[in-house]
């Protein structure tokens, strides 16, 4: 098992209207508050999507990817999924290769007096379309 085994999962990708989303989660070892989840990328096949592109559900309402380190919308927690709107649309039945890019900041923990922990992290799979 490696830390970023529940990022994605087999069921994750689904086609919603002329829109994918894509449920994601986080690594295992711990929970960290939205402004804590950086520089999201989504590539779906061949197809790179930067955070300016996607969208994250937060309380029932879908706001920019780009805007979570600058909002104080809560905590993610562990075993939540969070659902990001791709702007691309892939037919069902598919499988595609994803791969999900993001750096966690780690509040709490400082490697450095003034700077907390970056940890990039990277999680990748084939997922048939649902």
């Given amino acids: ?30 929970s960290v508050p939205l402004s804590c989840v950086n ?35 809560g905590e993610w927690y562990l075993q939540d999924r969070k659902q990001i709107k791709i702007p691309a649309l892939v037919k069902q039945g598919q499988l595609q290769k994803v791969r999900v890019e993001f750096e966690m900041v780690i509040p709490n923990i400082f490697p450095t007096p003034d700077k907390p922990a970056h940890l990039p992290m990277v999680s990748q799979a084939e997922l048939h379309v649902k």
């Fill in 39 to 73: 520089g999201l990328i989504v590539t779906i096949g061949e197809h790179r999507f930067s955070a300016h592109e996607l969208q994250i559900q937060v309380n029932g309402q879908f706001i920019s990817v780009d805007k979570l380190p600058e909002l104080d919308l």
């Fill in 1 to 30: 098992m490696t830390m970023v085994d529940h990022v994605l999962r087999e069921d994750s990708l689904i086609v919603d209207g002329n829109a994918m989303l894509l449920d994601v989660g986080l690594p295992w070892f711990r």
